[in-house]
């Protein structure tokens, strides 16, 4: 704590500042019950705030009813307490606590507020506490050393954002909230507005489009720390609500943003005690990173890349490989290394990579400069020295291919590394690696409606000619760290012509487009500056930097996986009267 709280009549000093050198002194102190001890007559408590811990002791001789009431303390009361501090003896110093050397000795207690058994324990961060409890009571459970620890790094991260970004003449500025959908690829919710029934809000899947007008408004360097809303499937690094660094600047090249982004980031990782490379950080093509990784973000902390061996098995006996090579698939491999998996582990591989859409992994052991096992046989000794060559195989390593088409194996194949990299320990707990992923193309065709749709978002400024829209290439960049992705962003489209063409590719008539993005076109229309941005998962990099698994972790009031909020009961039925008046009518009933 940087100052000691106001001296009012619950206290004058932090618990956790009461060092030796304020022995003989007399202080006040307030907080919570850690622990009680009764000892050889005695009763210690550890008392708890935000600062830390200090330990009251209590005589049973000493004049008043303090001790008296101390007998009465439970965990998680709440007391204001008063006394001398003073130096415990020689064998009783705890040096693992800064207050360690000092306790205080108690001459007035008063106990401000009682409390129930709490449903787990809060003095022991050891204990496993199932979510859903820690959820329910999350009040108990922020109080909690972890969870404290974790809201201070994120403060501190967010604190380190808006101090750079204000020393380089940022603008913070806030967007709407209900407004009408921007889409980034995902659901939006919805809400029904009362004033014009039959009509919705939508909530803001990224401040995407206002940062572009604003922009346009002329206000050349925009940041926000803001919150987005995604109807998507949750899992652990995302939430139906998140929250981004949000950026967009004017006048600026790929050059520009990855500058600034490099900037903030730098000093995020500072503040956050987190040790990364120095800037600036590598980049990699978007069909580089799929090539050797088969991820647009690699994890580039350990090796096991992957080859694209399609070229060196071509024309073998094995008729799997050869009939997807004749329907314009791809063979990828990586070598595992020396690893002696069972028949059943490696069965179990292929779960895998058909968790990816794959059909099946073929593992190889290299033996000597051949192949071990039934597949050797099915192709020449040229090709088998050929692929043992491009992986570096050495007798006893094992190699995994995957063959299927060209939008799967890769992928798959990647999945496979990651997992691999995990159970065999590959992965450095202390090193970190950041990587930009540039040249992404601007579409992908959707494989099941076959229509064409924007891997960004469809305001990414393109590279190319729309004649063929496979070969467009995207101005955007996203930047990964250890294997996940923590922000992404673009240079924008800005004139209204560009902007109807990539609306077009994506299948939307020309009014349709007006309709649901003439706001950006006719802004457009009037002077937009050459601009672009980026927008950093906030929640992503606090998990990073804390080394917690989930972002539930890392968010004060996080919702489950399947987006419920155990605290509050969010979300749930609400009156046929408040529907009535918003002219809504549930078709379903509301699950119990
Ligand atoms: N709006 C984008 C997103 O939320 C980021 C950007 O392009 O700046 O992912």
Redesign the pocket.
Known sequence: MNHPPRANGYRDAWCGELTGERAGSKARVAGWVHRRRDHGGLIFIDLRDRSGIVQLVFHPDSSGDAFAKAERLRSEHVVSASGEVVRREEGNVNPNLPTGEIELSVADLELLAESETPPFPLDDDTVEVDELMRLRYRALDLRRQPMQDVMVLRHRIIKAMRYVLDELDFLEIETPIMTRS?P?GARDFLVPSRMQPGSWYALP????LF?QLLMIGGYERYFQIAR?FRDEDLRGFRQPEFT?L???LSFVDEEDVIGVSEKVMAAVFEAADFDVPPAPWPRLPYDEAMLRFGSDKPDLRYGMELHDVGPLLAGSEFKVFENVLANNGTIRAFNAGSRELSRSELDGLNEIVQRHGAKAVAPIYAEGDGWAGNLAKFFSDEQIRAVNAELEASDGDLLLFVADRRHIAPVALGALRIELAERFGLIPADRHELVWIVDFPLFERDPEAGRWTAI??P??APRGSFEDPETLRSR?YDLALDGVEIG???I?IHTAEVQQEVFKTLGMSEEEGQARFGFLLDALRYGAPPHG???FGIDRIVAIAAARESIRDVIAFPKTASGADPLTGAPAPVDAQQLRELGVRSLVEPQA
Do not use: L, N
Request: aromatic share 4%; proline share 4%; charged share 20%.
């Open positions: 921007t980034e899947q990224s401040p995407q940062k987005c981004q949000d950026m967009e960004h978002h305001f990414t955007g992404g962003g673009s924008r941005g980026i927008a």
